[in-house]
């Protein structure tokens, strides 16, 4: 595709229950990054994802919050029993190489925790 | 920890005037700063950005301006249009290799 594709575009999920959101990069890019949007508020960073290496971690909020990227390209972030703070707009994003650069995002997966 | 302050939160302008928000970041290895701009329902998009070697770069009715000794960086934006009503965020690229964002500013372009 042209750009950077998430599914799904909106998820409810009761809390308690596991969710998981996928994003699809643009191909050939290297550096992906997740990020969390709170209603009405800024961009949170959560992992970063370059090429092979070990990905950065730092951001994720708790050890209920995973992510994965397989095979340099799809990834998905693993979100378990979830709470009702959990509900934000997640975004990915992806890069050509790392730093200097654009970061090109998706549309973002709406996540509410009933 | 690195963080990038941004205000004001809220603007809102008369179309045709000018609009300007600032920026002030800490990591002092941060080398490229984006802006984006989102709308409703959608992901941020690029509109400009600017590179450490350089203090000012400008396109069309948009310009960001770049000061590395006092870590300030502002986006200026001229003849606003009620198109330009959106929530801009500025970021900085870190020395550790992430995107940092403020916290946003909401833009109202009153026609």
């Known amino acids: 595709g042209a750009g950077v594709s998430q599914s799904p575009s909106n998820k409810v999920t009761e809390k308690g229950k596991d969710v998981e959101l996928r994003c699809d990069p643009i191909?050939?890019?290297?550096?992906l990054y997740w990020y969390r949007q709170s209603l009405g508020q800024g961009l949170e960073f959560l992992i970063y994802?370059?090429?092979?290496?070990?990905?950065?971690k730092s951001g994720l909020p708790s050890d209920r919050f995973s992510a994965e990227r397989t095979g340099g390209s799809v990834s998905t972030l693993t979100i378990q029993r979830t709470q009702q703070e959990d509900s934000a707009v997640y975004l990915c994003?992806?890069?050509?190489?790392?730093?200097?650069?654009?970061?090109?995002f998706g549309q973002g997966t709406r996540l509410t925790v009933v | 920890g690195e963080n990038v302050e941004q205000h004001p939160s809220t603007l809102s302008v008369q179309e045709g005037d000018s609009a300007v928000i600032k920026c002030t970041y800490s990591?002092?290895?941060?080398?490229?700063f984006p802006w984006y701009k989102q709308e409703l329902g959608k992901g941020p998009q690029l509109i400009i950005d600017?590179?450490?070697?350089?203090g000012e770069k400008k396109d069309q009715r948009i310009a960001v301006t770049l000061n590395k000794t006092a870590k300030h960086f502002s986006l200026h934006i001229t003849e606003t249009q009620p198109e330009d009503s959106a929530v801009y965020f500025c970021?900085?690229?870190?020395?550790?290799?992430?995107?940092?964002f403020g916290t946003g500013t909401r833009l109202k372009v009153l026609a």
């Open positions: 994003a992806s890069s050509p190489r790392q730093g200097w650069t654009e970061a090109f």
């Open positions: 191909s050939g890019h290297t550096a």
């Open positions: 994802f370059q090429g092979n290496s070990a990905p950065d």
């Open positions: 990591d002092s290895a941060s080398n490229y």
């Open positions: 600017i590179r450490s070697n350089v």
């Open positions: 970021a900085s690229f870190s020395g550790t290799y992430k995107y940092i």
